[in-house]
Nanobody
Framework: QVQVAESGGGLVQAGGSLRLSCAASGSIFSVMGWYRQAPGKQRELVAGITIGDSTNYADSVKGRFTISRGNAKNTVYLQMNSLKSEDTGVYYC??????????WGQGTQVTVSS
């Protein structure tokens, strides 16, 4: 049974930093990623990382956010620097198994005050 759990959200002032963590279990994960959903908007990809550590980022976060995986490859982190009010939203971890199935975490709230 695959389980996904995020942590690390919170309230931060604009220009500040937060680090999100996501721990997954129950399979081997080929891709792990972070998505976010702002109020009234669709969920969007923020950053993703493969099991080979290839990464991709949304244009809006390039140069500010860094995604990485733990040594055991079942944990993914999102280091968020220079946060802006438009980064506010619920951040979700999504993992894809080597069989091509994907699972979501329950989400963690990030609020950036201006």
């Amino acid at each position: 049974q695959v389980q996904v759990a995020e942590s690390g959200g919170g309230l931060v002032q604009a220009g500040g930093s937060l680090r999100l963590s996501c721990a997954a279990s129950g399979s081997i994960f080929s891709v792990m990623g972070w998505y976010r959903q702002a109020p009234g908007k669709q969920r969007e990809l923020v950053a993703g990382i493969t099991i080979g550590d290839s990464t991709n980022y949304a244009d809006s976060v390039k140069g500010r956010f860094t995604i990485s995986r733990g040594n055991a490859k079942n944990t993914v982190y999102l280091q968020m620097n220079s946060l802006k009010s438009e980064d506010t939203g619920v951040y979700y971890c999504r993992v894809t198994t080597i069989d091509g199935e994907f699972y979501w975490g329950q989400g963690t709230q990030v609020t950036v005050s201006s």
